[in-house]
């Protein structure tokens, strides 16, 4: 059994080029087929098919719907979060509401969210009620997660542990869902189940964070967008929150100056240095990737499995894009 | 047993006000408990709820989530359809995008969606999968009907066939969909429950073109509505695409005159009136609702469950508000 992202993404593109979709109003379809087309890391899919196929030794094409059913959920959110946060660009190309329109990023993005559902319950079988619930649950939590996050914005008072709780919900509880996923078709038991979802929400943690850090200190060349848009949209990111708690009157200064971009993005930065926010940011993501790791210790899997979510949790803390 | 629509209606009243919500980010809620709080008829989950209770001679209560897991999908519907509409009133009250804004409305809706889908599988045991794809195929017809609805506003061409096809995958395939969710719930044999949809669905037909009638022909001291609304935003009604396909010149040129509102509502609806598409969509929604009747034919019911069913349909095309 090889276990490799490349080779799981590469099952998820073709199982989202094999999609069906109703003959009837076709312009629904159309932003559908455009979101799912438009890559990313294929993180999702791949955490079901991988612990499934470590769990059961089967083929992981078995779980492709469940694992699709995942990524459908996770562009559904993209669609609906760039109508709420105007984003025009999303991957290098325009955002649907941008090119279609609001109105069918709405629509477009609730038919994701009902196929979503049908996928994860295809050909389920007896599994079916733990497959619903646990996405039915973490669906609730990504909503959570949402108006949390658009709640914060009108807020300067939001503490770091509000912070992990919001990035938890928003983010990373929806990998755990993956890996529960994966965990639950190959009929795992309870406790193996939980520990891959703790797998799952601790990498995703690690993984937010490091988002946070590559929009601050990311090399714009390998990183592949812009450095410091979170300082300019004043976005509360784990830097933004600790700086203010330590920096009460310093750092609203400087976000508050009329700076050209450049130099507030210059002075902010070099604000987080420091207080040593990068390293601090760098370590804490260490942390919850090394949280992962422990997660599984329990967890009876051959080497080439245990290397594999080792590796992938570990990239989630260090990687440069 | 008592059939009466009052008596589901309060039902679902009750069990409306006794819906729990999670703890966090309570702001997600507050749409979807005002949203629900705002009336309507209750008539999906009557259906529901009636079609159990005659089918199965046990207590509708047992249902009651599967009744609301079509309210709340109803509503979700209402929240994003008003968002796409820029509708600013729904019910006599500021509609949830103008009352928290269209990210709240977009937000709490999906929640809701996620929501109905917990409640249409509460406590469902073995009738999980029949119920869970019965109420996904229904999710789908429903945003190809927005689909639909959205694109004839750009067309000048839509048939009478067109807009049958597009109205029944609005809103009478719900209807459909909660009859035959009460009739699976109650263990009933598919040409049953085929019997039960075919009622729902033709009823649903006969009530959406009473809707086009009332909005010109309604009295306003009944219809608690403006009469005329239709005309004034052009839309694409029955009586309209009839009427522009048997007056292509007259009645574009109605239209696009520069008239004051009273004016224009007069002209078009002499219009319908020379062209007798009072009496012919009153014809046409009694036909429906006859074949609502009809399509119960063959299923054993009891008298008093017979007597609903007949005098619910015959209000779809009669009523005045």
Redesign the interface.
Known sequence: MEYSIDRFAAMTESAIAALKY?A??P??YEPIKYALASGGKRLRPALCLAVYAALSHRDPAEVINQALAVEMFHNFTLL?DD??DCADIRRGRPTVHRRWG??AA??S???M???A??LL?DNAGDK??AL?EEF?RT???V??????D??FENRSDVTVAEYIEMIK?KTSVLLGCACRLGAIAAGAEASVCDSFYAYGVAMGLAFQLRDDWLDTFGDPAIFGKEIGGDIINKKKTWLLINAMAEMPDELPAILAEDLEDREKIRQVTAAYRSLHLDHRCSELANRYSADAITALGNVALDKDALAFFTALAESAATRNH
């Open positions: 109703p009837t109003a312009g629904l609906h109508v709420m609001e109105n709405i629509l993005g609730d038919a969210l009902t196929m559902y049908g319950t079916f009620p619903f039915n669906a609730m939590e909503y959570q997660g949402q108006q949390l658009m709640e919900l």
